[in-house]
């Protein structure tokens, strides 16, 4: 056993953390904290979003990963997990989660040649920016219920149906959509993937706020909405097989460790810097609890991340469903507690939010709002727990009908 | 021993449920909430004539004389609407202020104005460090022939923006005193301040502010003291107002959790669901009975210190907790603010360092345990 990076990756850990160290000087105070509302709440936060994404093709980290053959580098897994903790480190933005980690994937695993030639270099180049059109209201955790309908018309689909929660939808210039192509089929039967343009006659986004006001998802309605027959991905009928191989890609969490390390230094130094009632904040002993809890909390959730890059770059994917599942759950309950371990140790100043004298510049308040919507995104918690008891422990399944 | 409320209180709880759940929707909150005043006049007049700003002065002065107990009773209904106005600040903080420290002729001034609805006022005592001690009251008081030049900031004064008169608590050269000072005196500038409860949060700054020696509040020195006879009942207020929060939570929560339908099953249906529901029903009975046990103790003018105390670090974690839970089952609906969970989501942050927090109460707890 040998837990140190590699020469060559000592040095691209450098050369990420140089990067993003000096590119992160260019953020506009519109960026605020991150996150999704950093980068889809202002045009300003948007385009800072879309110059990372320019710098990052240039460096070749948006394909890092990809074949050769489609312009990437083929870096290992493990490269990318660094990648992905040293952004997740300095919250940077830039890489599309839904182009580059979803739908990239998903166009690799199922896609025609001509439709690899013609998306993927838009998305390596950081040049297309996607949003993700999966849940309506009806269909959440149990998305393979959804309704809405893509029906062939010679050489068209034509779309009518909602869907919802659609992060950045009022940004994106794509979305990639699953709806019910054949009308009389049931859950994951009948479903197709398809490229749809945003701004097609018939797609309307209406806004929906977050909790603490800021604008990240929307509403998206399809009334009649025509997409050319050549934007199907994969086989009519058969988007659900490949749509569950697209959710297998939704991540390991490093950046959500390393992210919570960062904030962590960020309170040392905050406590350490402020006195009250007589005493550093660094030397009160509920304080140095939660910290050094969180701490804890990041440490493990690193360990437990660093094993799935490695389960999967060795192939083993037999426990990787579970990990990839317990590290969702984990990363984003630790976010959760440090959000409010952070607010609690700042006292009053805890429910500051965009306030010249918020600690932390208010990221904790906003990380308390931000979190819960982590722990619903990307599969609910909840979910991860069912798979984790069934697929990890064997535990009986429930049946649903 | 009886564990009910009477008849007069079910119908008080009753009106309040009915005249808010008419006045003040939800969407109402969020405008308001949105506004720069933080503030609905109309409203507050129409309280004001309901009569629920005097129940509890004394009759003396206009007031009903009830128990404490009515007050709660009106704070817990308005945490169940999530209701933004400045009752706490003006009616609770400052009221029992007044009644605790208030000479008679201050009294007959300002507790029938309230009582009408015609005096907004906020209560300025923490400062930069946020301390909940006091210490942390360090704003300057300089005997100056008969008046005071007050100097100094204060920070988290809620409604200082609409307030007509501002009790801050200063430092003279005998310690902790509070002065009553027209908002609108010269070197008094306000601003309010970004909280995540939305609720009228402000720095106050004075500057060279002359005020009256007989704008003071009791005597010089006697302020710490004052605010101490306050807080007990003020807490207790302050955490009926939570629990009500609580329990429309849970409510909310049960009604979308039999009604949300995923897997051809409602998610109520769902054991980790029913799990999370059951736990946070334990949150909500564990509190409030002991509720009503402390303001009863109030009511009978004992020492309630601990249970106080334990009270308000109680509520302030289960109100977290339930509201956590709550945005949870809700699911991706329960983030937005189009959707009412969120407000007591936000509420239940901000509720938290309201007359001080967990650690602080703690921290009182162990002391008055003999630690
Ligand atoms: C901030 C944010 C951004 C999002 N962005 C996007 C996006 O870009 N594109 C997109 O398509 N979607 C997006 N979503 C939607 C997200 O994927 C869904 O919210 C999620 O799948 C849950 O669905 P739901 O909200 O309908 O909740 P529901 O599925 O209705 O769940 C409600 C509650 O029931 C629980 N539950 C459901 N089924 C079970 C079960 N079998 N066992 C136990 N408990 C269960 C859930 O865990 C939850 O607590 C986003 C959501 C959020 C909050």
Same mark, same amino acid.
């Given at each position: 056993?040998?837990?140190?990076?590699?020469?060559?990756?000592?040095?691209?850990?450098?050369?990420?953390?140089?990067?993003?160290?000096?590119?992160?000087?260019?953020?506009?105070?519109?960026?605020?904290?991150?996150?999704?509302e950093?980068?889809?709440?202002?045009?300003?936060?948007?385009?800072? =979003?879309? +110059?990372?994404?320019?710098?990052?093709?240039?460096?070749?980290?948006?394909?890092?990963?990809w074949?050769k053959?489609?312009?990437?580098?083929?870096?290992? @897994?493990?490269?990318?997990?660094?990648?992905?903790?040293?952004?997740?480190?300095?919250?940077?933005?830039?890489?599309?989660?839904?182009?580059?980690?979803?739908?990239?994937?998903?166009?690799?695993a199922?896609?025609?040649d001509?439709?690899?030639?013609?998306?993927?270099?838009? %998305?390596?180049?950081?040049?297309?920016?996607?949003?993700?059109?999966?849940?309506?209201?009806?269909?959440?955790s149990d998305?393979?219920?959804l309704?809405?309908?893509?029906?062939r018309?010679?050489? =068209?689909?034509?779309?009518?149906?909602?869907? &919802?929660?659609? &992060?950045?939808?009022?940004?994106?210039? +794509?979305?990639f959509?699953l709806?019910?192509t054949d009308?009389?089929?049931?859950?994951?039967?009948?479903?197709?993937?398809?490229?749809?343009?945003?701004?097609?006659?018939?797609?309307?986004?209406?806004?929906?706020?977050?909790?603490?006001?800021k604008?990240?998802?929307?509403?998206?309605?399809?009334?009649?909405?025509?997409?050319p027959?050549?934007?199907?991905?994969?086989?009519?009928?058969?988007?659900?097989?490949?749509t569950?191989?697209?959710?297998?890609f939704e991540?390991?969490g490093?950046?959500?460790f390393?992210?919570?390390?960062? +904030?962590?230094?960020?309170?040392?130094?905050?406590?350490?810097?402020?006195?009250?009632?007589?005493?550093?904040?660094?030397k009160?002993?509920?304080?140095?609890?939660?910290?050094?809890?969180?701490? %804890?909390?990041?440490?493990?959730?690193?360990?437990?991340?660093?094993?799935i890059?490695?389960?999967?770059?060795?192939?083993?994917?037999?426990?990787?469903?579970?990990?990839?599942?317990?590290?969702?759950?984990?990363? &984003?309950?630790?976010?959760?507690?440090?959000?409010?371990?952070?607010?609690? @140790?700042?006292?009053?100043?805890?429910?500051?939010?965009?306030?010249?004298?918020?600690?932390?510049?208010?990221?904790?308040?906003d990380?308390?709002?931000?979190?819960?919507?982590?722990?619903?995104?990307?599969?609910?918690?909840? %979910?991860?727990?069912?798979? @984790?008891?069934?697929?990890?422990?064997g535990?009986?399944?429930?049946?649903?009908? | 021993?009886?564990l009910?409320?009477?008849?007069?209180?079910?119908m008080?709880?009753?009106?309040?449920?009915?005249f808010?759940a008419?006045?003040?929707?939800?969407?109402?909150?969020?405008?308001?909430?949105?506004s720069?005043?933080?503030?609905?006049?109309?409203?507050?007049?129409?309280?004001?004539?309901?009569?629920?700003?005097?129940?509890?002065?004394?009759?003396?002065y206009?007031?009903?004389?009830?128990?404490?107990v009515?007050?709660?009773?009106?704070?817990?209904?308005?945490?169940?609407k /999530?209701?933004?106005?400045?009752?706490?600040?003006?009616v609770? *903080?400052?009221?029992?202020?007044?009644?605790?420290?208030?000479?008679?002729k201050?009294?007959?001034?300002?507790?029938?104005?309230?009582?009408?609805?015609?005096?907004?006022?906020?209560?300025?005592?923490?400062?930069?460090? /946020?301390?909940?001690l006091e210490?942390?009251?360090?704003?300057?008081?300089?005997?100056?022939g008969?008046?005071?030049?007050?100097?100094?900031?204060?920070?988290f004064v809620?409604?200082a923006?609409?307030?007509d008169?501002?009790?801050?608590?200063a430092?003279?050269?005998?310690?902790?005193?509070?002065?009553?000072?027209d908002?609108?005196?010269?070197?008094?500038?306000?601003q309010?301040?970004?909280?995540?409860?939305?609720?009228?949060?402000c720095v106050?700054?004075?500057?060279?502010?002359?005020v009256?020696?007989?704008?003071?509040?009791?005597?010089?020195?006697a302020?710490w003291?004052?605010?101490?006879?306050?807080?007990?009942?003020?807490?207790? /207020?302050?955490?009926?107002e939570?629990?009500?929060?609580?329990?429309?939570s849970?409510?909310?929560?049960?009604?979308?959790?039999?009604?949300?339908?995923?897997?051809?099953?409602?998610?109520?249906?769902?054991?980790?669901?029913?799990?999370?529901m059951a736990?946070?029903?334990?949150?909500?009975?564990?509190?409030?009975?002991? *509720?009503?046990?402390?303001?009863?103790?109030?009511?009978?003018?004992?020492?309630?210190?601990k249970?106080?105390? /334990?009270?308000?670090?109680?509520?302030?974690?289960?109100?977290?907790?339930?509201?956590?839970?709550?945005?949870?089952?809700?699911?991706?609906?329960g983030?937005?603010?189009?959707?009412?969970?969120?407000?007591?989501?936000?509420?239940?942050?901000?509720?938290e360092?309201?007359l001080?927090?967990t650690?602080?109460h703690?921290?009182?707890?162990?002391?008055?345990?003999?630690?």
């Amino acid at each position: 056993m040998d837990f140190r990076l590699t020469k060559e990756e000592e040095l691209k850990k450098e050369a990420f953390e140089a990067f993003f160290e000096s590119e992160m000087k260019n953020a506009p105070p519109a960026f605020g904290n991150g996150g999704l509302e950093g980068v889809y709440d202002t045009e300003e936060g948007f385009e800072f =979003h879309t +110059y990372m994404a320019g710098k990052l093709a240039e460096k070749g980290w948006l394909s890092m990963g990809w074949p050769k053959l489609y312009g990437g580098q083929e870096a290992s @897994i493990m490269e990318q997990v660094i990648f992905d903790e040293v952004r997740g480190y300095y919250s940077a933005p830039g890489v599309d989660a839904f182009a580059v980690d979803m739908f990239a994937p998903t166009l690799m695993a199922g896609a025609s040649d001509e439709q690899k030639a013609r998306l993927l270099p838009p %998305i390596r180049d950081g040049k297309a920016f996607y949003c993700q059109g999966w849940s309506e209201p009806d269909a959440g955790s149990d998305l393979a219920s959804l309704t809405t309908t893509a029906i062939r018309e010679g050489d =068209h689909y034509v779309v009518n149906g909602q869907k &919802t929660w659609t &992060t950045g939808a009022h940004r994106a210039e +794509y979305m990639f959509l699953l709806a019910r192509t054949d009308p009389e089929s049931r859950r994951g039967k009948g479903l197709s993937v398809f490229h749809l343009r945003m701004d097609l006659p018939g797609v309307q986004v209406r806004p929906l706020l977050y909790m603490n006001g800021k604008h990240v998802y929307n509403e998206v309605f399809f009334n009649d909405v025509k997409i050319p027959a050549e934007d199907l991905i994969g086989v009519e009928g058969e988007g659900w097989a490949l749509t569950r191989q697209t959710m297998n890609f939704e991540r390991s969490g490093a950046g959500g460790f390393s992210g919570a390390k960062r +904030y962590l230094e960020q309170m040392i130094d905050y406590a350490r810097n402020t006195t009250r009632n007589g005493q550093q904040l660094s030397k009160d002993p509920n304080a140095r609890r939660k910290m050094a809890e969180v701490f %804890i909390g990041a440490e493990v959730g690193k360990s437990l991340a660093y094993k799935i890059a490695w389960m999967h770059q060795k192939g083993d994917f037999a426990g990787l469903i579970t990990a990839a599942s317990a590290s969702k759950l984990f990363s &984003t309950e630790l976010a959760q507690k440090l959000a409010n371990d952070a607010t609690e @140790i700042m006292g009053l100043y805890g429910q500051l939010e965009d306030d010249p004298d918020a600690p932390l510049g208010g990221a904790m308040s906003d990380l308390y709002q931000m979190c819960k919507g982590a722990t619903i995104f990307a599969g609910t918690n909840e %979910i991860q727990r069912n798979l @984790i008891a069934w697929v990890g422990l064997g535990l009986p399944r429930l049946k649903f009908k | 021993m009886d564990l009910d409320f009477n008849k007069e209180q079910d119908m008080l709880r009753k009106s309040v449920a009915e005249f808010l759940a008419k006045e003040c929707p939800f969407d109402t909150v969020r405008e308001i909430e949105d506004s720069a005043e933080g503030f609905n006049k109309k409203m507050w007049k129409k309280m004001a004539k309901l009569g629920w700003m005097e129940i509890h002065f004394p009759e003396a002065y206009g007031g009903l004389g009830d128990p404490f107990v009515e007050m709660t009773i009106i704070m817990e209904e308005m945490g169940k609407k /999530a209701f933004p106005s400045p009752f706490f600040s003006t009616v609770i *903080l400052c009221g029992l202020v007044l009644l605790e420290g208030g000479s008679d002729k201050q009294k007959k001034a300002f507790l029938p104005k309230i009582a009408a609805g015609k005096k907004i006022m906020a209560l300025a005592q923490y400062e930069k460090e /946020a301390s909940y001690l006091e210490a942390g009251i360090q704003l300057s008081a300089q005997s100056e022939g008969a008046d005071y030049i007050l100097n100094g900031k204060k920070m988290f004064v809620p409604n200082a923006n609409i307030a007509d008169e501002i009790i801050v608590a200063a430092r003279t050269i005998q310690g902790v005193t509070l002065f009553l000072v027209d908002a609108k005196t010269p070197g008094v500038s306000i601003q309010k301040m970004q909280t995540i409860g939305k609720d009228n949060n402000c720095v106050v700054t004075f500057d060279n502010v002359n005020v009256p020696g007989d704008a003071m509040v009791g005597e010089p020195g006697a302020g710490w003291h004052i605010l101490e006879q306050m807080a007990p009942k003020a807490t207790v /207020a302050k955490c009926a107002e939570m629990l009500g929060g609580c329990e429309e939570s849970i409510a909310m929560t049960t009604a979308y959790a039999k009604e949300r339908v995923q897997y051809s099953t409602p998610i109520g249906g769902f054991q980790a669901i029913q799990h999370y529901m059951a736990d946070m029903r334990v949150a909500y009975d564990t509190s409030i009975y002991y *509720l009503h046990k402390v303001v009863w103790m109030l009511d009978e003018g004992m020492d309630a210190t601990k249970e106080v105390s /334990a009270l308000k670090a109680q509520v302030n974690e289960q109100y977290k907790f339930i509201t956590e839970r709550a945005v949870q089952i809700h699911g991706g609906i329960g983030t937005t603010r189009e959707f009412n969970i969120g407000l007591f989501y936000r509420r239940a942050k901000a509720f938290e360092y309201i007359l001080g927090d967990t650690a602080y109460h703690h921290d009182k707890l162990a002391d008055a345990l003999g630690m």
